[in-house]
Structures are given as structure tokens and as C-alpha cells.
């Protein structure tokens, strides 16, 4: 103590005193005033004094500011190595000596390493620094001494100093005594050298128990194994806790604690600790994301739900926006918002909204969140808490309960429209059923007057063919008293033909439900009478069959149909008439029109022989003509029933070879040969028509044999018939169409230039039919035809017509 007294410089408060380090290195001398703090020297650019040698450390040694007592200077304690009390490489030597600290005066000479050379100087003469800066002297110490000697102040401050001194020492020592902490002083044998009262007070056993007490056990040991010659440890005795701080003071071999009883600042510490771990669990493991934030939306906590949640480990999002945290990426306008909401929150607004967040494997929920911002004393807010909770259930479950609601609201609608629709429908309904009942009441009296009128019997038959019920036509009586229907079956009732007929029909018509028509014949007293039925199904397995007496109608039909064949007929001749007489007429016409002609221009130079064959052949051609007009005629009569049929008693043989002789006379090439037998009896003929007949058979039998030859005519009686046969040898009529040469107009089609109107024929067969007789023929062609003529011989004219 007295050693560091020393060395201090004390000034008067007026006079400050200027320390200096003069340095020298590798870049040469120089002046460094020191400043009024501690610093640091060493090779490095940072220190505070940089000296330039390979020799010397980064961090070579250290100047430190040491305040002296009551006044206010100061001096410098020079430290070997640096501020965390690494040594340095080579140490410094003071004035020759080799040293790890030393209190600098005036004039010292400091080695750096090996060769940095340094000197130390005080005084308090401006001129002493001018020229301390500008010197290249090696040692200025006596040059400053002499000028203005610094040690004679410290020399004459000595005194006071001691005296000062030993003050400080008495006042130094009383604060052990009135320290309230206890002071432990031991010697290295572990006695107890001095113990304060405080230490006496808290250790009452500490005197008897020596180095045992809990509070000196182990403390020589560890001070003399240790290096440490300072150290702080806990110790615990009972229910307290002591923090003993331990100084070896080496001047003195002894070892001072001072101890403080840290049992409360322990107890406080754990439940700290404790109430620190239990905030952590439940920040931790609530259910809701938390954590909190700077001002600036940095994150500074997030626990482990809402880390969880995102897959995330707190590295990957502490001291980093809370924004760019996975949570946020939904979209980019999520994390505007929330980058807005804590620029609002930091101003010291609540926030609170709900978001959809991103989770991990891309799991989206929707939370609610709000920032809350934490207020210091000065009520500037200085974090920002931040909670979510996950309500992506609640929100399923309402836009679940929206959708069920709107379901519903929609089907309520459909539900309420369709009730409409059907009451509206409903009451359309019985709008139209009361109108069809109307309807039908009027259609049911309409068909009752309709069925009472109608002129038909009805009657209803079972499935298997039974009547079973029948109504009467107006004004009519069944053929059959109902007795002998009614019950019974067709078969029974109906001939058996009728009845097979009919019954199939009800079955057609119970298996097909299509009205079945179906037309029969019955016979009433000896009258055949035509009926028609109409059967449909009535009801299950029951048919209506409405039968209507048609006699009357046929018999129109049939006559309406004569009539017609009749009016066919007549057109078919009139159109075939037509045809012959444009061709038939017109020769005549020209012969007649061309003789004429070369009679009126030539008569007069012609003779009488050459003017006559021209008269002879218009009067041919007039008679030709006149011959035809007549068969026209003959046959429109025959067509229209006037030619008369007038039998009278004949001798037929005779007529028959007058007849031939007649014929004979008209060709030379021709030879009718008869076989004419004598008439058995009385015969009755029309001559007239038998003329007809037996003229034209001949005649065709002569003009279709143009190569000449036979004509055989023969008469045989047979029974009451008279049996004719023509003959000839001629061209034959082709087979098909032998059966049309009886119709009016039809001439066959090997005729070749054969002249004819194709009537002959015609007139020939109604005068057989008038007779009541039979014409028929067999013919081949180029080898002949026969016609064969039946007629009974005895005809009455009554019986005609
Ligand atoms: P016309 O009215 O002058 O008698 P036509 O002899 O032609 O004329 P039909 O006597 O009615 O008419 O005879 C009808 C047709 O029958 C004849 O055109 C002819 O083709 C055929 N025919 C009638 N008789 C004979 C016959 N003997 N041999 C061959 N063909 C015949
Ligand atoms: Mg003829």
C-alpha cells in the first residue's frame, strides 16, 4: 500500500499534469500524449497506441487509468497482455526488470517485446511537452527534472500523503466491522484469522467448527491448487444459500470471503425459473398458435403449436418479418394484410381478423388471429403478441350449416311451389272432372237415345260364346223368340259353319281388343237374310256384339254392282265401237267418195259397162254399210235386253239346208257339206235370231278358210236339244283367245287382211242366250275350228225375260 502511495503524483487542482510515452519502433520516435482514460497498446490497427515490430503482440499490453485518492489526478498502471488477461508473446521489461504490471513514473524506460522502446514522462510545463514532441534526445528525464521537476511536487506532497494514508487505512479497516455482510479472513492452514461481526452473527458455530464449517471447507485447497487466486461459489447450509466471494491476498497469505446470503435472490430465482418453465409449457403446448413479435413484425417467439403446425423448427423464422414465415404464403395479399396489421398494431391498435394460414404437406386452416401490442412504463409499445386460434372446424361446421341451411331454404321453396302447382293442378283437376262428369252424364244419355235408336239388335256374349243378355232394335222382331237364345251357346242358336265363325271372332276380339266385322247368312221361312255383326269387348271376358239386318242393303249392292258391270260394259263397247267404225267406215266412204268423183269428172266419156261397175260399188259399200249400222244396232238391242226372242213352230232341218244353200251361192271356192238330221218333234225357235246364229258361223267358217275347202254342218237332236256343228278347215283361232271372240268388237289376231268388225260373234251369243242355249268352240290354228251351237228345241216365249 505504502509502495503505490509512492508512486503517486499529486498536483494542485490548478496545475494538470500531461503524461507521455515516448515510443520508438520500427518507424521511428515519437511523442504520444496519453488521454485521461486507459488504453491499450499493441501491433494491432485497433489499439489504442499501434507500435510497428514482429516482436510485439496484437494485444500487447494494457495502460490503465488508476484515480488517486481525493484528488483529481491519476497515474498509469502498465498490465502485461490484453483486456481478457491473455499474456502477450514476448512481456514487457521495466527498467531492465521483467514484469507483469507495474505503476509507471516518471522517466521509466519500457521494453515492448524484444525492441520497441518506450519512455514515460509527467510534468505540468507546456514548454516541457513543445519540446518533449520535438527532442530526439534518448533521455529527456533529468532535461524535464531539472526545467520544471515534477518529483519535487510528489516530494513535497509526500507528507500529506502518509498522513492521508494512514487515514484511509483506519477508515479502510472500520468497514469490515460495520459492513453488514459477513467477512471470513483464514491463513493458508485454514485458521481463522479475523471474522467481521456479520460473520460471527450468520455462522454462531464458525470459531468451534474451524475448516469444517461448510463455509471453509475445501478453501485452502482451492486457492493453493488453483491458479485462480479470485473465485465466487454457492454454498448451502440447511435451508440458506451463500454466495462467498474469495480473494487470496498474496502480500498477507491470507484468504478473505466475503459472503452474501443469496437464499432469498435463490428462492426468487426458482420461481422464476419454475413460473418461466410453466409459461413455457403452456406457451407451448396450448392449442393456439402464439408468439411475439417486435414492432417491426420481427419474430421473436413462436411456440410449438403454431411451429408444429407449419412444419417449422423456430431457427427457420426467428429474427426474421413474420410475414415471409410459411404460415403467410397463402397468397401475397395475406401477407400485405398482416404486414399492415402489425404497422396498426405497433401504433398500438388491437388487431384482430380471420385468415387462412399454410401448414405443412400444404394443409390450409383458417384461424382466428389478432395482434396485441405490449406497452413499456413510458407506454411505448415494445412487442407484440400474437395469437391464432384454429377455427377451420367451426368454419366447416358453418359452411356446412349455410349450405344445409340454403339446401333446406331451396327445398322449402321447391316444397311450397310444388303444394302450389299441385293445389292449382288439384283444383284444375276437379274443374275438369266435374266438367267430364257433366260430360260424361250427357254423353251417357246422349248413347242411351243413341243405342235406343239405333236400328240394330245388340246382344252381349260371354268368353266362352254364351248370350248372355240382348237389347231389340226399334220397330223389329228377332228372327228367334229369345227363349231359344238367351243362356245358351252359338253352336246351339247358329248353324254350325256361323256359330265357328262367330265364336272366333269374340276370342279375336277379347285377344287383340280391336273391333272384329264379320258377315253372315241365316235362312228365314225359306228367305235367305244377310246379317252383319260388329263384336267388341264390353267388359272383362264379355263382348257386345251389335248385329244389324244388311238383307236389304246386298241386295242394293248386288244390284248397284250389275249395274255397273253393266255401264263397264257398255263403255268398254261404245269405246270399241269407236275404234271399228273410224276404221270400218271410212273404206265404204272412200269407195263411195272416189267413184262418185270419177263418175262426175269422167261419166260423160265413160260407157254405160264402165259407169255401172263404179254405181255397183257405191252401192256395195252402201250396203256394207248398212249391213253394219244394222248389226250395231241388232247388238245394242241385244246389250240393252230389246231384241225380241219370239219362238214359233219350225221345221228346223229345212231351214238349216236353205240356210247352207244361201251360203253356198256366195263362194266357189267353199263346199258346205250337211249333216242335217230330221227334227225328232215339234221345234219352236226364233227364226229370225237362229239366222243370225247360223249366217255368221258359216260366213266366218267360209272368210277364215281363205285356201278354200269343206265346210261341215251338222244337226243331231239330242234329248230335247237341238245340237249344231260348223266346221271348217281354215285358220284357227290362237288358244288364248279363243274365250274373247264372243265380246263385242274382238277379232282375233291371225286375221291377217281378213275384213270384219269383230260383231258377228257377239250378235251369235245373245241370240243363243236368248234361246237358252250353249255356244262353244274348239279350234287350232292353220288345221280348223268347230263351233258347237246347244239349243232346246221347244221354247216357250213366256219363258223369256
Ligand atoms: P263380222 O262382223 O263381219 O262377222 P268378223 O267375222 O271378224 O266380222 P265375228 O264373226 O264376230 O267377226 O268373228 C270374230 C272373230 O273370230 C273373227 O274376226 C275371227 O278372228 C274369228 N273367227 C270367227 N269364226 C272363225 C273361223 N271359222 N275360223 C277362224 N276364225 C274365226
Ligand atoms: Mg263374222
Known sequence: MQRELNSMVLTSPSTKVQHFLVVEDEQGKRTIPLMDSTCSIGRDLSNSIVIHSPSSSRQHALLMRVTMPDTDSHMFRLIDG???????????????????????????????????????????????????????????????????NPMQTLTTADEM????????????????ELFSNPIIEVNLTGRIT??????????????????????????VALICNDNDKFFVREVEIGNQVFEQSVH???????????????????????????????????????????????????????NQTALDFGGL????????????????????????????????????????????????????????????????????????????????????????????????????????AELKQSNEQLRSEIVERQRAEAALQSSVATNRALINAMPDWMFRFSADGIFVNYKDAPNTTLPLPTEEFLGKPLDQVFPQDTATSLMNCIKNALGSHEMQLFEYELDHDGNPLMFEARIAVSAENEVMAVIRDITERKRYEDDIRTALNKERELNELKSRFVAMTSHEFRTPLATILSSAELLEHYGHKWDDTRKLKHLNQIQQSVEHMTGLLNDVLLLGKAESGNLAFKPIPMQLTEFCKGLAEELQITTK????????QDQPAETRMDEKLLRHIFTNLLSNAIKYSPQGGTVDFDLVFEDNYAIFNVQDHGLGIPQSECDRVFNSFNRASNVGNISGTGLGLAIVKRSVDLHGGEISLTSQEKVGTTFTVQLPINQRVEQDG
Request: aromatic content about 8%; some cysteine; proline content about 3%.
Open 161 to 176: 500523503l502518509t498522513s492521508s494514508n494512514e487515514a484511509a487505512i483506519v477508515r479502510l479497516a472500520s468497514f469490515p
Open 82 to 148: 490484453n483486456l481478457q488477461g491473455k499474456r502477450s508473446k514476448n512481456g514487457l521489461t521495466v527498467n531492465g526488470q521483467a514484469c507483469t504490471s507495474h505503476d509507471l513514473k516518471h522517466g521509466d524506460e519500457v521494453i515492448f517485446g524484444h525492441d520497441v522502446r518506450a519512455r514515460y514522462y509527467m510534468t505540468n510545463n507546456i514548454s516541457d511537452v513543445h519540446y518533449l514532441e520535438s527532442c530526439a534526445s534518448e533521455d529527456v528525464t533529468g532535461f524535464l527534472s531539472n526545467l520544471h
Open 669 to 676: 271356192t267353199h263346199e258346205i257339206v250337211c249333216r242335217l
Open 313 to 416: 423448427q423456430l431457427e427457420d423464422v426467428i429474427d426474421r418479418p413474420v410475414w415471409l414465415a410459411r404460415w403467410w404464403t397463402t397468397s401475397t395479399d395475406t401477407q400485405k394484410r398482416l404486414k399492415a396489421a402489425v404497422l396498426e398494431a405497433a401504433r398500438g391498435q388491437f388487431i384482430r381478423y380471420e385468415v387462412a394460414v399454410l401448414g405443412a404437406r400444404d394443409v390450409v386452416a383458417t384461424i382466428d388471429f389478432s395482434l396485441k401490442p405490449v406497452r413499456d412504463d413510458n407506454g411505448d409499445v415494445v412487442l407484440l403478441i400474437f395469437e391464432g386460434r384454429d377455427i377451420s372446424d367451426r368454419k366447416q361446421v358453418e359452411a356446412a350449416l349455410q349450405q344445409a341451411h340454403s339446401e333446406l331454404e331451396v327445398r322449402v321453396q321447391q316444397r311450397t
Open 194 to 219: 479475523y471474522l467481521n461481526p456479520a460473520a460471527q452473527a450468520q455462522f454462531p458455530k464458525l470459531r468451534d467448527e474451524q475448516s469444517k464449517h461448510p463455509i471453509l471447507t475445501g478453501l
Open 248 to 302: 487470496f491476498i498474496a502480500e498477507s497469505d491470507l484468504i478473505r470471503s466475503y459472503i452474501v446470503d443469496i437464499t432469498e435472490r435463490k428462492l426468487t430465482e426458482a420461481a422464476l425459473q419454475d413460473s418461466e418453465r410453466r409459461f413455457r409449457a403452456i406457451f407451448n403446448q396450448t392449442f393456439q398458435f402464439s408468439g411475439l413479435l417486435k414492432p417491426d413484425g420481427t419474430l421473436l417467439e413462436a
